[in-house]
């Protein structure tokens, strides 16, 4: 798996734990093409401020001259005390302040994403309801798939 992979899915998980809620009946309803057409627009635009938050993150490590898989390892043992990265000072100030720098990064990718999904015609609850039923339901999945392979999701 690349590192570019591998922040995705730090990134991704960030923005899962952004406050997934209880669906209730209305929002647990199937939805209709105009939603999945929203749903549809909402997801290429979140996938364009992933992939520069990506880039971003890139830079910010790089800019503490630490390369991107030795981050992650360090990432991984600050996370999960059985694993061991053996970091000296130095390393973990670069590691620090790169860290903060793509918290910070991940913190606006997240309000930017909030901000695109308020903006459109879905609520955020409605929006998590979608994609949860998007992701449950191979029908839906496949619809949304060939929705976002043809142009502007249709």
């Known amino acids: 798996m690349t590192i570019l992979k591998k922040l995705t899915i730090l990134l991704v998980l960030a923005l899962v734990s952004i406050g997934v809620t209880a669906q209730n ?46 981050f992650v390892a360090i990432q991984r043992a600050e996370a999960d005390a059985k ?6 000072e130095e390393e973990m100030q670069k590691y620090n302040a790169a860290n903060k720098k793509v918290a910070k990064i991940r913190s606006n990718a997240q309000s930017k994403i909030q901000q695109h999904i308020q903006s ?3 609520t955020f609850k409605r929006y998590q309801s979608i994609s949860k039923q998007v992701q449950n339901d191979p029908k839906l999945t496949q619809k949304v798939k060939q929705m976002m392979q043809s142009p502007m999701g249709n």
């Open 25 to 70: 009946a209305a929002d647990a309803k199937k939805p209709n093409d105009d939603e999945l057409k929203t749903f549809v627009t909402i997801v290429q635009q979140l996938q364009i401020i992933d992939q520069q938050a990506q880039k971003d993150m890139v830079k910010a490590i790089e800019a503490e001259e630490l390369d991107v898989k030795r």
């Open 120 to 122: 459109s015609d879905l």
């Open 83 to 88: 694993q061991d990265a053996r970091a000296g």
